[in-house]
C-alpha cells in the first residue's frame, strides 16, 4: 500500500515526505516542476527523498487527467496527500486563469481518480488566506470564508468545497489543514522569511509593504507536519483544521529578530501594499488541539534560528 503525496518536492511537500519515509510508509511522490521558482531547489528536495528506498517518484502534472490515471492504475494507493498547487497571493492577482487551472482543476482531476479507484482518504494543504480580511479574531474553522481577498484564496476555498462534495456523494474522507505563513528550511523563495534573510545577509535592501504592521501567524514546517502526521491513520468524514501557532507577529517584529539572529542590521523600504494581502492571520488551533493533539512546540525566535542556520549551511 502506497500514499501518493503530489508536490512531493515542494517545500511542505518534501518534509512530509520525509518524515513518512522515516516511519516506515511507502510514498510514490508526484511532481511537475512549476516554474513559479528555481527547479534545481526542487531537485535538491528530491534528492533527498530518492534516498529512501521505501519511495517511489513520478513527474507527472495534476492538471492532465490522463497522466494522472497512471499511478492510480498501478499503484495500490490507500491515501492521497494533496500539496501541488501554485503558490503565491500576489502572483494570482496577475495570473488568475493559471491558478484555477492547477489550483482547482488538478484537484478536481484527483478527487476523480480517487473516486474511480477507490481511495476513500484526501488530506488537502489548505491555506489560511481563505480567511481574508476577517473580522472574528482569531480565525476558527467555522469563521466566514466566503470573501477571499485573491484568486489564490479563492481556488483554496473552492477545493474545499468539492471536497464535501466528493465526501457526501462518494464517502471520501477529506481533512484540509489550513496552513498559517510556514517557514523554514527549504522554504521558498518568494516568501518573507526567506527573502529578509538572504537580503540582509547580502547587504541588500529589504522591501517591506506597507508599515510593517500588518501581522502574520508565522508556524514553522516542522509543527505543520507533525500536525498533519497525527491524521495519518485516521478516517475523520469532513473536516477542516487550522494548523498555527497562535502567535502573530509584525513584519516589522520579524526583521528585528532576524536581525538579532543574524547580528547585522536591515536597510528597510517601505512600499505601497499591494492588492490581495490580508492584515491579519491568527489562527485558533482549539479543534485540532482537541480532536488531532496538535500543539505547536517551534516560537518565532527558536524557529527564525533553525533557518538562519540552515540558510548559511546550504544557500
Not at 492510480?72 to 493559471?98: L, M, W
Not at 478516517?235 to 543574524?262: H, M, R
Not at 525566535?301 to 548559511?312: A, D, N, P
Request: proline share 4%; charged share 25%; hydrophobic share 35%.
Amino acid at each position: 500500500m502506497y500514499i501518493l503525496v503530489t508536490g512531493c518536492s515542494g517545500f511542505i511537500g518534501s518534509h512530509y515526505c520525509e518524515k513518512l519515509l522515516k516511519k516506515g510508509y511507502n510514498i510514490v511522490g508526484i511532481d511537475n516542476f512549476d516554474p513559479y521558482y528555481d527547479k534545481t531547489i526542487k531537485i535538491k528536495n528530491l534528492q533527498i527523498l530518492n534516498s529512501y528506498k521505501n519511495f517511489k517518484f513520478e513527474e507527472i502534472d495534476i492538471r492532465k487527467l490522463s497522466e494522472l490515471k497512471q499511478p492510480f492504475s498501478q499503484i495500490d494507493i490507500s491515501r492521497v496527500v494533496h500539496f501541488a498547487a501554485k503558490a503565491g497571493v500576489r502572483n494570482s492577482v496577475e495570473f488568475p486563469n493559471e491558478y484555477a487551472e492547477s489550483n482547482i482543476i488538478g484537484s478536481l482531476n484527483l478527487l476523480e481518480n480517487c473516486r474511480e479507484f477507490n481511495v476513500n482518504s484526501f488530506d488537502y494543504a489548505g491555506s489560511s488566506s481563505i480567511y481574508g480580511n476577517n473580522e472574528k479574531i482569531p480565525f476558527s474553522e467555522d469563521s466566514d470564508t466566503n470573501k477571499p481577498e485573491s484568486p489564490y484564496a479563492a481556488t483554496k476555498k473552492s477545493v474545499e468545497l468539492f471536497g464535501y462534495t466528493y465526501h457526501s456523494l462518494y464517502d471520501i474522507n477529506f481533512t484540509s489543514f489550513r496552513f498559517f505563513s510556514v517557514y523554514g528550511p527549504r522554504g521558498r523563495p518568494d516568501m518573507a522569511v526567506y527573502k529578509f534573510t538572504k537580503n540582509i545577509l547580502d547587504d541588500n535592501e529589504v522591501t517591506i509593504y506597507g508599515d510593517g504592521t500588518y501581522k502574520r501567524d508565522f508556524t514553522y514546517v516542522t509543527d505543520i507536519i507533525n500536525g498533519m502526521f497525527l491524521a495519518i491513520d485516521k478516517k475523520l468524514g469532513y473536516q477542516l483544521f487550522n494548523l498555527g501557532n497562535e502567535t502573530p507577529v509584525s513584519v516589522n517584529e520579524l526583521l528585528d529578530y532576524l536581525e538579532e539572529i543574524i547580528g547585522k542590521k536591515s536597510k528597510r523600504r517601505y512600499m505601497e501594499p499591494p492588492k490581495g494581502e490580508a492584515n491579519l492571520t491568527f489562527a485558533d488551533i482549539s479543534k485540532a488541539r482537541k480532536l488531532l493533539g496538535f500543539n505547536p512546540k517551534i516560537d518565532i525566535k527558536q524557529g527564525l534560528t533553525s533557518f538562519v542556520e540552515w540558510f548559511k549551511k546550504y544557500m
